[in-house]
């Protein structure tokens, strides 16, 4: 079993390197198909390796600085620091020097194919949020995410080798680790954000008018893919708006906290139009609602609920005392008149 990992981390290290034939390169696959500890072993080694690759101005690989790095990560070459012996477990102890070695000769060029050939052998990973539903998760970078209901993540199971891109369909809350080598990436329909590390709450449903991206702390920029050469910085409190009909983008000065308190259990709107609101409804009680009267798709209203502690028939009945609109419920579908 030892012999069999010592071998396994020869061809994790092979095609770090971009040293793999394609037999070696078969082999890592099949096993990293295998099961999710090999692909956990996996990325615990890669996290040396990234670790340690220290360039130089040049783009050289600089031997001494990359020593040094995993030296200190490991605990100043004597004493391992607990949490990392207790995450990478004892046998990744007895290769530290073998990797070590096999830093110091490998370029930068080798560098960057390897990662590029272990990212290709790897399938996308999606998380969904089901509708009625939201889902907490952490990506392998530590960064936290929050999908709200009927919405969808993809990352690659290589995410962290060379970029940290991740594509969200639906609305997503995202509280970033930060990584001035390696930049955040969330792209959408229309819309990517940048960030390094930060606070952020992306909406962009398919069936939205708009997407947007409210900013509650640190810096991020976006970039209208609608208009490849718009691409704008924002500011805490700050709100991007794409008109995804026409591909306008604007940033307006906005209370941004309450955009994630959906992740709380919260419902909020802020002055927003009746259909938006219908949409949000649906998603979060899975339920149909149709919309009778054309007049009230102008409609606009103020309100925050609790889903964990009013019903949709008890904002049904809000809505209603506003004197705006009337309802039926017949099961899951709801019907709203003009009143």
């Known amino acids: ?18 040293r793999s034939n394609s037999g070696e390169t078969a082999e890592l696959k099949e096993w990293l198909d295998a099961s999710p500890e090999n692909r956990e072993h996996f990325r615990a080694l890669r996290e040396i390796w990234l670790a340690s690759g220290v360039l130089d101005h040049a783009g050289r690989f600089d031997k001494n600085r990359a020593a040094g790095r995993f030296l200190a990560r490991t605990g100043n070459g004597t004493n391992i620091h607990r949490k990392k012996a207790l995450r990478l477990g004892i046998r990744y102890l007895a290769y530290t020097a073998a990797v070590v070695a096999l830093l110091l000769i490998v370029s930068y060029m080798s560098y960057r194919q390897g990662g590029e050939e272990v990212k290709s052998h790897f399938a996308d990973i999606v998380i969904e949020a089901p509708m009625g539903a939201k889902t907490k998760m952490y990506l392998p970078d530590g960064t936290l995410v929050w999908l709200n209901a009927n919405s969808k993540i993809t990352y690659s199971q290589g995410f962290g080798v060379s970029d940290r891109q991740v594509g969200l369909n639906g609305e997503g809350y995202f509280e970033v680790t930060e990584n001035a080598t390696l930049p955040f990436l ?18 962009n449903y398919p069936d939205n008018e708009e997407a947007i991206v409210s900013l509650i702390e640190g810096k991020v920029q976006v970039k209208n893919l609608m208009n490849v050469d718009e691409e704008k910085n924002m500011a805490p409190d700050e709100k991007a708006f794409l008109n995804k009909k026409t591909g306008q983008m604007r940033i307006l000065s ?8 959906w992740t709380n259990g919260y419902l909020y709107f802020d002055n927003e139009l009746l259909p938006d609101i219908v949409k949000t409804l649906e998603r979060s009680y899975n339920v ?19 889903r964990q502690e009013q019903s949709i028939e008890d904002i049904l009945r809000l809505l209603k005392s506003t004197n705006k609109l009337s309802y039926t419920i017949e099961g899951k579908n709801i019907t709203l008149q003009e009143k």
């Open 288 to 306: 149909k609602i149709n919309i009778a009267d054309k007049s009230l798709e102008t409609a606009r209203f103020y309100s925050d609920f609790s």
């Open 254 to 261: 906005h209370r941004t906290r309450p955009s994630s308190e």
């Open 186 to 203: 969330v792209k959408t329909e229309g819309l990517q954000v940048k960030v390094l590390g930060t606070k952020f709450n992306f909406n």
């Open 1 to 18: 079993m030892e012999q069999n990992i010592v071998h396994i981390d020869e061809l994790i290290l092979s095609s770090l390197s971009g």
